[in-house]
């Protein structure tokens, strides 16, 4: 494939028995290996519900997709261009040689356990807006107010937005979205509001652990969530990763940038294909990673 992307899943990919398909390379049994030292037990043993836990989800989809993006290197698969959707940003960031497998294992378990602390201190959740415009979301979003906070947080396709925010204004949110014509309201299985303006408070933590981790100029441009903007220099790409906390993922003018630079593939590399499904309309063919695993397999 020529001028081609390598995507990175988020959280929501993630199922029991994912490690299954990843074929095994010598750095992928190393890095299941780091997984199981850091955890004390393999990937394989962790229970669904032990995977829905952000700080076990986290390094375990990374784990996965480092271990993926391993084979695709021992394939002379190369990028042109990055993108991570929110964690899959780090993802990203090890695949272009940022920073180490172990130092991306300590960042993905550093910034799982963050924020799995702010639920407790900070309750909310995130609901799923399906068949309404940014433009009719926001719009949405002014109404909750009197709730609380209510927020656009993901911009995963024209008609598919995630809001974040207070509990009050997400319980609230899915009569007013439906009045407002909405197809679909889906409040997802998370006990935190990702990505509003309430995770700030995790922003010196982040930056703080961050400073004790070295970033290298990354080989390829990754796209990151908080702009949309490619970037290279370790400095950005560090404070970008910090601003994603609490910024919304801008993924549509994410793969709006991908395709004016002149990417038409893509690979997703993690489970699922949450973001294949997310790449139609954008004129970019992106194939899962599993599904080209399986048809090496068979031929």
């Known amino acids: 494939m020529n001028n081609t992307a390598f995507l990175f899943p988020g959280q929501g990919s993630q199922y029991c028995g994912m490690d299954k398909l990843v074929p095994e390379t010598i750095k992928s049994k190393k890095y299941f290996s780091v997984f199981k030292k850091t955890f004390g037990k393999k990937l394989q043993q962790f229970t669904e519900d032990e995977l829905k836990l952000t700080q076990y989800t986290q390094p375990a989809l990374f784990t996965i997709s480092a271990s993926y993006n391993s ?3 021992e394939n002379n698969q190369i990028p042109t261009i990055m993108a991570g959707h929110s ?12 920073f180490s497998f172990e130092d991306g294992l300590k960042i993905t378990k550093f910034r799982g356990e963050i924020m799995s602390r702010v639920s407790k201190k900070t309750p909310g959740g995130m609901c799923a807006i399906v068949g309404l415009s940014l433009e009719k979301v926001n719009l ?5 107010q009197k709730y609380g906070v209510a927020e656009p947080v993901n911009i995963n396709s024209k008609n598919q937005i995630v ?10 949110s899915i009569a007013l979205a439906k009045k407002m014509g909405a197809k679909l309201v889906i409040p997802l299985k998370v006990s935190a509001p990702f990505h509003s303006s309430l995770m700030r408070a995790l922003s010196s933590e982040f930056t703080s652990f961050l400073q004790n981790i070295e970033f290298k100029e990354s080989n390829v441009p990754i796209v990151q969530n908080v ?12 404070k970008n990763l910090v601003s994603q906390l609490y910024s919304a993922v801008k993924w549509t003018d994410t793969l709006s940038m991908l395709y004016s630079k002149g990417v038409k593939n893509a690979i997703e590399i993690g489970p699922k294909k949450v973001l294949t499904g997310l790449c139609r309309g954008f004129g970019l063919e992106c194939t899962p990673i599993e599904q080209l695993v399986s048809q090496k397999e068979q031929s």
């Open 71 to 73: 084979w695709l290197v």
């Open 87 to 98: 964690l899959g940003e780090i993802s990203a960031m090890f695949s272009a040689g940022v």
């Open 140 to 144: 949405l979003c002014q109404e909750l």
């Open 163 to 172: 809001i974040s925010g207070e509990i009050s204004a997400m319980e609230n």
């Open 227 to 238: 702009d949309a903007q490619p970037h290279q220099n370790p400095d950005v790409l560090k």
